[in-house]
């Protein structure tokens, strides 16, 4: 990986956590390595490195592997999807958790820096198309569905969204000393049901014959996935705002 400087790390896990940011960007360098792209470039005149992972803990914490010390980040940011938690968090709502957990593990918890956590409120008083929230957050090990969304809320009320990468990626930039922050968006909210695992990745499209019958799964795919894309779309709104605000001498 070639040597950067002041550079903002992005990291998002899908095509489509990335995918506008990635257009954005003015690219200069562009690799693979395992399921993991890395894109390199600029935007407003920052540094970018551009990170999609690929989903979960294990193909994230393989991802960043790559990150050293000695490509001087000076930030990172962990974009994409969550599940929430709250009944009044709806679908494309941001939440900025002031607090990451790790599920089943509840005293090994991230937090990001007071600094960073003021300077996106500042951004959410700008950004009007959705609602912002500024929740703890937990990484699971699978997606949670309404009933056990529902469970998790009862225990743990203060709770806002539920992610499958967000801990990894605060847990290695803490180690680091990196400054990071996660900006998640929600793509089902407690009451929308998960579909069934094949049914969660955009790959199922690609072949009908893997389909369920539209009479008992298809509303359910339909409407996730929808959900999906308009929580992506919005999700990198707030980034690129994030980023122009942040290019402002003095405003980060």
């Known amino acids: 990986m070639k040597k950067t400087a002041g ?5 998002g896990a899908t095509d489509l956590e990335t995918h506008w940011i990635r257009k954005l960007l003015i690219r200069e360098e562009e690799w693979a390595q ?31 592997r790559l990150v ?4 001087e980040i000076g930030m990172a940011i962990n974009i994409g999807c969550a599940g929430s938690v709250m009944p009044h968090m709806r679908i494309a709502h941001i939440n900025i958790p002031v607090r990451i957990g790790l599920y089943m593990n509840e005293t090994d918890e991230c937090l990001p820096e007071k600094r960073l956590l003021i300077f996106a409120h500042s951004v959410a008083m700008g950004f009007k198309r959705r609602k912002v929230h500024f929740f703890p957050s937990l990484t699971v090990k699978k997606a949670f569905d309404r009933e056990e969304k529902r469970a998790l809320h009862h225990t743990a009320p203060e709770l806002g969204s539920v992610d499958l990468e967000s801990y990894y990626f605060a847990r290695f930039f803490s180690e680091l000393h990196i400054p990071y922050l996660i900006v998640r968006s929600i793509s089902d909210n407690w009451d929308h049901g998960i579909p069934a695992v094949p049914y969660l990745s955009p790959s ?29 779309w919005v999700n990198q709104g707030f980034i690129r705002s994030f980023i122009r605000k942040a290019a402002i001498p003095g405003r980060l």
């Open 7 to 11: 550079v903002i790390c992005i990291c």
């Open 34 to 64: 395992g399921s993991a792209l890395y894109t390199q470039g600029s935007y407003q005149g920052k540094r970018i490195l551009l990170i999609k992972s690929g989903i979960g803990g294990k193909n994230i914490k393989k991802a960043l």
């Open 68 to 71: 050293t010390p000695d490509q």
């Open 204 to 232: 199922c499209w690609k072949s009908w014959r893997r389909m369920p019958r539209p009479s008992i799964e298809l509303p359910n795919i339909v409407r996730f996935h929808l959900g999906v894309l308009l929580a992506c």
